[in-house]
């Protein structure tokens, strides 16, 4: 069975704070590895990596993959109230013609004035 | 920017009772799929649709659920004679070789 675990589950911090945040995975057929923000509904895209060692950035948020040791982190430099949602790590595994992702648990960040 | 439209927001419906959840996917996007997530819970895979059919279902997607596209553009969820235990947030997802949105959701609730 295919198997996402993303650590801390919740962390707080105070404004201005730099976050990492962790997903390991255990699958089989692996095509991509996605974060996601997940504030009110649904799920909003952040990246999508498929390669080892190479970092997608996208303001104050980058991400990268180990595809060796099966894991990615997403780091947010200087942190905003508005960062406070829950971030989702999901992996992308190709089936029979198809994709699905298989989503961990999330890790609740809440950012603190 | 490209989105993912779902229709209802929110859905109430009696127990027994059949329900269609409707998603417009984003339009060059190849595959589509319906995820849910019950309240405190995480999001979990229902079925995957590429080439006008169905090419991944988990095991919850069970003789229940049925998915349709039935016109080119709109991707539509069926769940027949619901249970209490569907109540969820119901997610539309669509994908291509680089992203993979999703829809704001249907929220179903089952009295």
């Known amino acids: 069975e295919d198997k996402v675990v993303q650590s801390p589950l919740s962390l707080v911090v105070h404004e201005g704070d730099t976050v990492t945040l962790n997903c390991s995975y255990e699958?089989?057929?692996?095509?991509?590895l996605l974060w996601y923000k997940q504030e009110k509904k649904a799920p909003t895209f952040l990246f999508m990596l498929?390669?080892?060692?190479i970092e997608k950035k996208s303001g104050r948020l980058s991400s990268i993959l180990d595809k060796k040791e099966l894991f990615s982190i997403l780091n947010i430099t200087a942190t905003q109230t508005g960062d406070s949602a829950i971030y989702l790590c999901?992996?992308?595994?190709?089936?029979?013609?198809?994709?699905?992702?298989?989503f961990g648990k999330g890790t609740k960040l809440s950012v603190i004035p | 920017e490209p989105e993912v439209t779902q229709t209802p927001s929110h859905q109430v419906t009696q127990m027994g009772q059949e329900v269609i959840l409707r998603c417009v996917p984003i339009?060059?996007?190849?595959?589509f799929y319906w995820y849910r997530q019950i309240l405190g819970q995480k999001v979990e895979f229902l079925v995957s649709?590429?080439?006008?059919?169905?090419?991944?279902k988990s095991e919850i997607f069970d003789d229940q659920f049925s998915v349709e596209r039935p016109d080119g553009s709109n991707f539509t969820l069926k769940i027949r004679s619901t249970k209490l235990e569907d109540s969820a947030m119901y997610f539309c997802?669509?994908?291509?070789?680089?992203?993979?949105?999703f829809g704001q959701g249907t929220r179903l609730t089952v009295v």
């Open positions: 997802a669509s994908g291509g070789y680089t992203e993979a949105f």
């Open positions: 699958v089989t057929n692996f095509r991509s």
């Open positions: 498929t390669s080892s060692g």
């Open positions: 999901a992996v992308e595994t190709m089936g029979a013609g198809s994709y699905q992702l298989t």
């Open positions: 339009s060059n996007h190849l595959y």
């Open positions: 649709f590429y080439n006008n059919e169905i090419s991944e």
